[in-house]
């Protein structure tokens, strides 16, 4: 029986899975997303052009391949829509190849108007939401007031639809917010009826399926491990579980079906939004890796935070999600700088510690690892041997400290910049 690899972000979101999806899709038959929704962004580029995906698994632009948006997925038929219409103008057909879990759950438009009013009362504590309305959605759906898709082809949907428009329309008027869910609507019935028109699954008896004939499947996560709804620096997080575990909820599939757990991470560490960063770099250090990294969110286009590289954290996600190898992405950002720094633990009241605790919030200052830099352009290496050695010594030393092997070095957003360590 085929495992099913899990592939997701050990940081705060952005470490570069779409195009890693994209490069190791030829050597799988499915690509499944099992959480989150339209606040995902992931680009891919080839043949000099980028594209995003924000519900989509990144499989979509390789021929022959299953891809399945499972049930842990919240869906906006509204940003759907317009990723399939630019899919068709660019002459893919994908109809052929998505699968849509029945038990996926619908944004409505009232969901984004709740979404934006919770964020602007929050004032200075505003969490740095995408606005997208996934938390107000994973809110129904855990508070059992959820649609799902599988509920658009049912009798009284409508009916349905109305008394959740209605029950929000209430909890607006406490937030003394008000936008009209209805101009939105015939734009959001007509994502929905397209939606009608895909494969529309069982997912979980159909991914069964699929393991027991023997398909090689690959697990998309959305986000990154620091976001997660349990284990993330809350509440600045995202409303779902973007840990491995998450691959077994947001599918169905159980715990002993998982096989390779591929941790992503970035060379260095971003964050876009509020909360904590303990290694973020308010000085021109952080404004050159902003620049060189193009460090700008795919989904909301803001500026990310920038800082080094967090030990302590990064062994945190590897250790909750059971990540066997690890990818390094934007490797290529780092060049030009004389000294490069990693968080090796954290100063707490005197006390340092390599864990992370509890409250992320409280002044954690940094401890430092330095290294020396290379200067050579490493963008258009092919081969590990010629990364200088400066670069080899970097990666070396994060395998050492994590346990980890690095199986694959990204070198920049195409597809081709993409070096494989020797094993």
């Given at each position: 029986?085929?495992?099913?690899?899990?592939?997701?972000?050990?940081?705060?979101?952005?470490?570069?899975?779409?195009?890693?999806?994209?490069?190791?899709?030829?050597?799988?038959?499915?690509?499944?997303?099992?959480?989150?929704?339209?606040?995902?962004?992931?680009?891919?580029?080839?043949?000099?052009?980028?594209?995003?995906?924000?519900?989509?698994?990144?499989?979509?632009?390789?021929?022959?391949?299953?891809?399945?948006?499972?049930?842990?997925?919240?869906?906006?038929?509204?940003?759907?829509?317009?990723?399939?219409?630019?899919?068709?103008?660019?002459?893919?057909?994908?109809?052929?190849?998505?699968?849509?879990?029945?038990?996926?759950?619908?944004?409505?438009?009232?969901?984004?108007?709740?979404?934006?009013?919770?964020?602007?009362?929050?004032?200075?504590?505003?969490?740095?939401?995408?606005?997208?309305?996934?938390?107000?959605?994973?809110?129904?759906?855990?508070?059992?007031?959820?649609?799902?898709?599988?509920?658009?082809?049912?009798?009284?949907?409508?009916?349905?639809?109305?008394?959740?428009?209605?029950?929000?329309?209430?909890?607006?008027?406490?937030?003394?917010?008000?936008?009209?869910?209805e101009k939105y609507e015939e734009e959001w019935f007509?994502?929905?009826?397209?939606?009608?028109?895909?494969?529309?699954?069982?997912?979980?008896?159909?991914?069964?399926?699929?393991?027991?004939?023997?398909?090689?499947?690959?697990?998309?996560?959305?986000?990154?491990?620091?976001?997660?709804?349990?284990?993330?620096?809350?509440?600045?997080?995202?409303?779902?579980?973007?840990?491995?575990?998450?691959?077994?909820?947001?599918?169905?599939?159980?715990?002993?079906?998982?096989?390779?757990?591929?941790?992503?991470?970035?060379?260095?560490?971003?964050?876009?939004?509020?909360?904590?960063?303990?290694?973020?770099?308010?000085?021109?250090?952080?404004?050159?890796?902003?620049?060189?990294?193009?460090?700008?969110?795919?989904?909301?286009?803001?500026?990310?935070?920038?800082?080094?590289?967090?030990?302590?954290?990064?062994?945190?996600?590897?250790?909750?999600?059971?990540?066997?190898?690890?990818?390094?992405?934007?490797?290529?950002?780092?060049?030009?700088?004389?000294?490069?720094?990693?968080?090796?633990?954290?100063?707490?009241?005197?006390?340092?510690?390599?864990?992370?605790?509890?409250?992320?919030?409280?002044?954690?200052?940094?401890?430092?690892?330095?290294?020396?830099?290379?200067?050579?352009?490493?963008?258009?290496?092919?081969?590990?041997?010629?990364?200088?050695?400066?670069?080899?010594?970097?990666?070396?030393?994060?395998?050492?400290?994590?346990?980890?092997?690095?199986?694959?070095?990204?070198?920049?957003?195409?597809?081709?910049?993409?070096?494989?360590?020797?094993?």
């Open positions: 029986m085929h495992k099913v690899d899990v592939l997701l972000g050990l940081q705060w979101g952005d470490e570069g899975k779409g195009k890693i999806v994209d490069v190791l899709t030829p050597g799988y038959d499915v690509i499944a997303r099992f959480q989150g929704g339209p606040n995902a962004g992931h680009s891919l580029v080839f043949n000099e052009i980028r594209h995003i995906l924000h519900t989509i698994p990144s499989g979509i632009f390789h021929s022959g391949k299953i891809n399945l948006i499972g049930n842990g997925v919240v869906i906006d038929p509204v940003i759907f829509r317009k990723e399939i219409e630019a899919l068709e103008s660019m002459g893919i057909s994908p109809r052929d190849s998505i699968y849509i879990s029945q038990k996926a759950h619908l944004i409505l438009p009232s969901h984004k108007i709740l979404d934006a009013a919770s964020e602007s009362s929050k004032g200075e504590t505003k969490i740095g939401s995408t606005l997208k309305g996934i938390g107000p959605t994973y809110m129904d759906k855990t508070g059992r007031n959820g649609l799902r898709i599988g509920d658009t082809g049912l009798p009284g949907f409508k009916d349905k639809y109305n008394f959740l428009k209605k029950k929000h329309r209430e909890i607006l008027k406490q937030y003394d917010y008000y936008d009209d869910p007509s994502g929905i009826e397209l939606i009608r028109s895909f494969k529309l699954v069982e997912s979980e008896h159909f991914i069964n399926q699929l393991i027991r004939e023997g398909k090689s499947i690959i697990a998309e996560g959305a986000q990154g491990t620091l976001l997660d709804i349990d284990f993330g620096s809350y509440p600045y997080v995202t409303s779902s579980s973007t840990i491995c575990a998450g691959a077994c909820t947001g599918l169905g599939i159980a715990p002993s079906s998982i096989g390779n757990v591929i941790g992503i991470f970035k060379a260095y560490c971003t964050r876009v939004g509020g909360g904590p960063f303990p290694t973020e770099l308010l000085d021109e250090t952080g404004e050159k890796l902003r620049k060189q990294g193009m460090e700008f969110g795919s989904t909301t286009g803001r500026p990310r935070r920038c800082g080094w590289l967090d030990m302590p954290a990064l062994k945190y996600s590897i250790m909750i999600n059971g990540v066997t190898q690890l990818i390094i992405t934007k490797s290529d950002v780092l060049t030009g700088f004389d000294r490069i720094k990693v968080c090796t633990g954290y100063r707490i009241n005197g006390e340092i510690t390599d864990q992370l605790p509890f409250d992320t919030a409280q002044t954690l200052e940094p401890v430092y690892r330095e290294m020396k830099g290379w200067q050579a352009d490493i963008s258009k290496i092919t081969d590990y041997a010629g990364l200088p050695k400066e670069f080899r010594e970097y990666t070396a030393y994060i395998e050492q400290e994590t346990g980890v092997p690095i199986t694959m070095i990204s070198l920049g957003p195409d597809r081709a910049a993409t070096v494989f360590p020797p094993r």
